[in-house]
């Protein structure tokens, strides 16, 4: 089923569409949409067919003019008219539209990379991919993924290391502090959301259900770095072996997030307890290097769609 497009004048740039690239939509123009957008721009492997908003005197759109070829201003009827140019989107508006954006693309066989706390499509942290059984890529092209939370992606490194070698997981707590001013409305709308997605990752990765997701903006001046903190009761573990799993993750997530780095290494704050710490410096796209929850989540979310796409340009022989 193809729905019909609607009859929508939207002015374009002239731009020549590269061959070869992964052509997408970015939905949102809030601090997590202009990121995503100015990250895209540079990456050569992907090419940015429109950014879509909701009004015409949205700044966001205004700063791609000129950069992306549709600007579009009137929400998501306004791509319908282009929606054989992309492969993809990107949705960073908010959890409560992600279901309509998703229902209207995937009738039209495009895939969806999720970065609302909807709860809606496959979670997925890129550097678990076929390291937890869960964690695969979805076959289909038309596909939605989840990329949880900026909470989620930061902690789901020390989850993965501290339940791989521990017994007896009986509560789990991820705490994450960042920056009040790189939370923009949308993602403050979706606290409660955001909590139960983190929470589910969470259960999803450990196998634990006494799990607890903590947010906290803070409105320091000057503006504090994202942190997360990943806390595990047990009943034992090999600390030695946590903390080599730990280094080997991270590496991995550093090739794509370099800002991502462990600060408090595991270690345990009493018999039964281990604990430890990130912190993600942003690499100032849309906001400076505080807003490292902008890059977690938007380099998660460029890596997965990079690799789902990759699996079809490989069948195909592109």
């Known amino acids: 089923m193809v729905i019909k497009p609607m009859k929508i004048r939207i002015e374009l740039a002239e731009f020549p569409m590269q061959k070869n690239r992964i052509k997408v939509a970015i939905l949102g123009t809030g601090n997590i949409g202009t990121d995503l ?18 009004r015409s005197d949205s700044p966001g759109l205004e700063n791609f003019q000129g950069k992306v070829q549709n600007i579009i201003p009137n929400g998501i009827n306004g791509l319908l008219d282009i929606l054989e140019n992309i492969d993809g989107a990107f949705d960073a508006t908010s959890a409560h539209d992600h279901a309509e954006h998703w229902n209207l693309l995937s009738l039209n066989d495009k895939w969806i990379i999720d970065l609302t706390p909807s709860k809606i499509g496959k979670p997925l942290v890129p550097e678990l991919i076929d390291v937890i059984e869960k964690f695969d890529l979805i076959e289909e092209q038309v596909a939605n993924y989840s990329m949880v939370t900026c909470g989620g992606q930061s902690s789901a490194p020390l989850l993965y290391a501290f339940a791989a070698h521990a017994t007896g997981i009986r509560e789990v707590e991820v705490s994450s502090s960042i920056a009040a001013l790189s939370a923009g409305p949308a993602t403050r709308r979706n606290i409660d959301e955001y909590i139960q997605a983190t929470e589910n990752l969470t259960e999803l990765i450990t196998g634990c259900e006494s799990v607890k997701a903590i947010l906290v903006l803070n409105p320091a001046d000057p503006p504090i770095m994202m942190r997360t903190t990943v806390q595990m009761k ?5 600390l030695n072996l946590i903390k080599e799993e730990v280094q080997h993750v991270v590496k991995r997530i550093q090739r794509y997030v370099p800002g991502y780095d462990v600060v408090v290494e595991p270690h345990m704050t009493r018999a039964d307890l281990i604990s430890a710490t990130t912190k993600v410096t942003g690499a100032g796209y849309a906001l400076p290097s505080y807003a490292g929850n902008l890059d977690i989540i938007n380099a998660a979310a460029v890596e997965t769609a990079r690799r789902h796409a990759n699996q079809f340009s490989v069948k195909l022989g592109n």
Do not use: T, Y
């Open 234 to 238: 047990i009943e034992s573990c090999n």
């Open 37 to 54: 957008c100015e990250r895209l721009l540079r990456d050569q492997d992907f090419e940015v067919v429109a950014l879509v908003g909701r």
